[in-house]
């Protein structure tokens, strides 16, 4: 956990854009902000652009961040909401994470993304007691940052996470239970060896079961994490019986009534 000073700097170059697969562009690396000394660009890890998320609700504070790491050679996203979040995490290389957002906790939009990914995730947040430090922690955030804090030591703590991250081993990508497999890097699932044809949906939640086997599933997380903010009051149970059908046995997905559903063994 740090404090440092405040953030003041703004511009209606980084106005928050909605949830798009980030891409490279061919037009070289972004201006450098004046005033940074060649030693600073190495500690910062500006040589090499990073693809970064912020998700935070405070839109004047959001876009002074976006603004600024773009400059630095970075490509920046924001987004205003957890459900959008959980929606985006998957194009960037690092998420900074509020706590305080309009839809969700900041905490659960973190346990959301740990429980599936290594993504590196930096909480930057106005909560700062020791508690709150240790909840985000134990949460599965990389690192904890009070507001407000100094730009180049947030430059700092972003390569240093970087640097553990490459050393990591790399998240599973096939899931093997009993008859069935899931390749993660495909998407493709089969059982005694035979395809299952899925949707993107469909997939996505027995993804997510199959990576806590043992788990029970609350209805509420599967929600969010699978559809975000698009899902209407039957859509996780017309999903779970879809995909039962396919996989020719209820057993599959067991449901465990007023909690939620868990990965069975067919």
Known sequence: MTRGGGMTQSSSEAVL???IPVQRGPGGPHLIEEGVSEAVRRVAGLSRGRRILVVDSDVDGA??????LRRH??????????ST?????EDVDLVLLDLELPDLDGLEV?????????IPVI????RGSELDCVLGLQAGADDYVVKPYGFRELMARIEAVMRRARFQPPVAREILHGRLRIDVSSREVSLDGREVGLTRKEFDLLCLLASHPDTVIPRKRLLQQVWGDSWSRRTVDTHVSSLRGKLGDSGWIITVRGVGFKLGNG
Not at 85 to 89: R, T
Not at 110 to 118: L, M, Q, T
Not at 123 to 126: D, E, H, L, N, S
């Open 63 to 68: 876009e002074s961040l976006v603004c600024r």
């Open 110 to 118: 973190c346990r959301a993304i740990r429980s599936v990914s290594g």
């Open 73 to 82: 050679g970075h490509e920046a996203i924001g987004v205003k909401s957890g």
């Open 85 to 89: 979040a959980l929606q985006a995490y």
């Open 17 to 19: 854009e909605p949830h």
């Open 123 to 126: 909480i930057v947040t106005a």
